[in-house]
């Protein structure tokens, strides 16, 4: 169908109050998301790209790296012949036209064929663990193929590589197993070479029956997705069958394990985790990590690289009480086998908890998983209201100052921010929102008076995000609070996004080329009440304790075309004079580190994971490789050090919490709860920095 009339595309007033655009919808639903989706882009993005040879050579860039991620199909003739393109992407997308798609489509199409004869034909003979060579696992360092045989050759080393990962991790197991039977019999190294080419052969058979369910469809969302991706790592198309996906990574994440997963370049990434989830019980998953495999119990694990979310998700999800096995690879390249006992989320652990922690003074302590609220408006529980109590609770108490816990706090709930902050400060403004070319809006708290005005520490890590950066950010620029970070700054995400469903931009008639799918675009930026965005920079501590991830490159700046940070004109806002010197806190906090054989084992695990990242290369002989892993694990092993209670500090329940010791649930929670706390060794330092802060702040004259 040809569609031939004039179709007017209007944006809803609720976001941005838009003019009418005109815009030719042809009858191919491609054109017609091509159109629309670049009239939403640069009709309500805070930042409207100007699409031209500059835009088309970054499309061009990010799309080439989504579409062979890791260089296992595309030889470099092939790149050479998508070069020519490079400055021609802004007239497809201009005109509606799919030259580069198209020529893409079938370039990666007929490599893909190839290439299923690669992996048949290398796995039907043994490897040799022998010979002194190794691979590139960072496709980012790694050059494209020069022709064919190189690149089969490429595939050897890979499945080579896996097959050897595969061997040593049987032997281990197999070693295990005798230590704890005598009857078990051991296997030779060749009878489970041959049992791991076995099971890596029905590994990238699955794979490829994946790509081949991989259709033009799929193709084009990535290629539509590498243009809203240089708007910024945020703005996402979504075709209907995607929109589903990350419908159900976010409304199923209370089921299972408690994490929200999201599928970006062919991987299954971890976005955050539920508070109170299993995952969140369990420890060792994180936002950020990217899920390989998913076995259920001691069963095989599936590799779901290329798969698709909703079969993830399925394989991921489960009854309570059953085990799941995740191997995931940190932020640092190293792999992980994560076993999590599937639960349901207990409601309590993702609201505000208070202790008392008592050492040399009484100095509260509130945990807040996440900024959450009544968005239904059926009475439900608000994160402000919670930490009012709390706080009240522990004037109750008199306690001698209270820390705020906000790492791992993704976010949630702006208007509960602003009341929040309000808690801590008279009235004045909290932060300042934005959009496109229109004024900031300063969103104050108005009511008068303070809850609690005594010493305040915020803490923080490179997980704590939007809402906790507004929080922490007005508590620091008023000198409210002492910020305390576990690493050098926090995520760094400062917009706002919203959904549109390009459906609603086609008029009825042309019913028949829908369902279009949906976009996701930035349309508010915040800022703090100094002026200063956190976007990319994220808040930055007063005092930095060292965690095993600092030294590594974390957060929004690592995102692809992340928005840049700036400033706007500060809010008006009287700052607090501080009863304590943040310059004398520092000093007496480093020279503690520096004593304390818990930080130092810190310290070296951060260079180690520094190393281990940059270090991509891969050994493929048996012994060396064997040799780097037992290295790697005897390090790893320094860490169990940690995992011990840390004298000095007593936690007490508050009274006004006090429950029957026959409540044997809630006595159990409460131990996990507590025995976290006693063994966090951020926490063990950020009271001692209270201890050293003085009673109350006045304001300035």
């Given at each position: ?208 029956k994946r790509l081949k369910d991989f259709d033009r469809t799929d193709r ?32 199923g994440q209370l089921e299972g394990i408690g994490a929200q997963l999201q ?439």
């Open positions: 169908m040809k569609i031939s009339r004039k179709l007017f595309f209007i944006i809803p007033a609720a976001l941005a109050l838009v003019s009418a655009t005109i815009i030719n919808v042809q009858s191919d639903k491609e054109e017609a998301i091509d159109q629309i989706l670049m009239q939403s882009l640069n009709g309500v993005h805070y930042s409207p790209q100007t699409i031209d040879n500059d835009f088309s050579q970054k499309v061009y860039k990010l799309y080439l790296q989504r579409l062979d991620y890791n260089k296992k199909f595309l030889i470099q003739s092939d790149v050479d012949e998508l070069k020519k393109f490079d400055k021609l992407i802004d007239e497809d997308i201009n005109t509606a036209k799919f030259a580069f798609f198209d020529k893409s489509f079938d370039i990666i199409n007929t490599r893909v064929d190839e290439a299923k004869a690669y992996y048949t034909d290398i796995l039907s003979a043994p490897f040799d663990f022998s010979t002194e060579e190794s691979l590139q696992l960072d496709a980012e360092k790694a050059n494209y193929a020069k022709d064919k045989t190189a690149l089969k050759d490429e595939w050897r080393k890979s499945l080579k590589y896996q097959t050897l990962a595969r061997v040593v991790e049987m032997m281990d197991n197999q070693t295990k197993a005798k230590e704890k039977s005598d009857t078990v019999k051991l296997k030779s190294r060749e009878e489970l070479e041959v049992e791991a080419r076995k099971k890596i052969l029905k590994s990238n058979d699955d794979y490829f084009i969302a990535i290629y539509f997705n590498a243009i809203a991706g240089i708007y910024d790592p945020h703005t996402e198309f979504f075709a209907p069958k995607d929109k589903a996906n990350f419908d159900i990574g976010m409304t599928e970006k370049d062919g991987y299954i990434k971890v976005s955050s985790i539920v508070p109170g989830s299993a995952s969140y019980k369990q420890g060792q998953l994180k936002g950020g990590d990217i899920i390989l495999k998913v076995a259920q119990g001691e069963a095989e694990p599936v590799d779901v690289v290329d798969m698709k979310m909703d079969d993830a998700v399925l394989l991921v999800r489960g009854k309570k009480g059953t085990e799941v096995r995740l191997t995931v690879k940190k932020p640092d390249g190293s792999i992980l086998i994560i076993p999590i006992i599937r639960d349901i989320v207990v409601l309590e652990d993702t609201y505000a908890q208070s202790v008392i922690l008592k050492g040399k003074k009484n100095i509260g302590y509130i945990k807040l998983p996440s900024f959450y609220a009544d968005f239904s408006g059926k009475g439900g529980r608000s994160c402000a209201k919670d930490i009012k109590k709390e706080l009240e609770k522990l004037k109750a108490e008199n306690v001698d100052g209270i820390i705020l816990d906000l790492r791992y706090n993704g976010g949630g709930s702006l208007p509960d921010v602003v009341d929040m902050a309000g808690l801590f400060i008279d009235k004045g403004p909290v932060c300042q929102v934005k959009q496109k070319a229109n004024p900031a809006q300063v969103l104050e708290d108005r009511e008068v008076g303070i809850v609690y005005d005594g010493p305040l520490t915020v803490m923080v890590n490179s997980n704590s995000a939007s809402a906790s950066e507004i929080m922490a950010a007005a508590m620091q620029d008023y000198n409210r609070a002492l910020i305390v970070g576990t690493s050098p700054a926090s995520f760094g995400k400062g917009t706002v996004q919203r959904f549109f469903n390009l459906d609603d931009y086609l008029p009825p008639a042309y019913a028949n080329i829908k369902p279009l799918g949906e976009v996701k675009i930035t349309t508010q930026k915040f800022y703090r009440i100094n002026g200063g965005t956190t976007q990319l920079k994220g808040v930055i501590p007063d005092v930095v304790l060292p965690d095993p991830y600092y030294l590594l490159d974390q957060g929004e700046k690592e995102q692809d075309y992340p928005m840049a940070w700036d400033e706007i004109t500060p809010a008006k806002y009287a700052t607090l004079k501080q009863a304590y010197s943040i310059s004398q806190i520092k000093t007496n906090s480093a020279e503690r580190i520096k004593n304390n054989p818990g930080f130092t084992i810190l310290n070296d695990a951060a260079k180690r994971l520094k190393k281990q990242k940059d270090n991509t290369v891969v050994s493929l002989n048996f012994d060396k490789y064997v040799a780097e892993q037992k290295a790697y694990k005897e390090e790893a092993k320094k860490m169990d050090a940690l995992d011990k209670e840390i004298e000095g500090v007593e936690v007490i329940a508050l009274k006004a919490d006090a429950f029957p010791e026959s409540d044997t649930v809630k006595v159990n929670k409460n131990k996990d709860f507590y025995k976290a706390l006693k063994k966090d060794i951020y926490l063990n330092e950020t009271v001692s920095i209270m201890n050293e802060m003085n009673n109350g702040v006045s304001m300035k004259k």
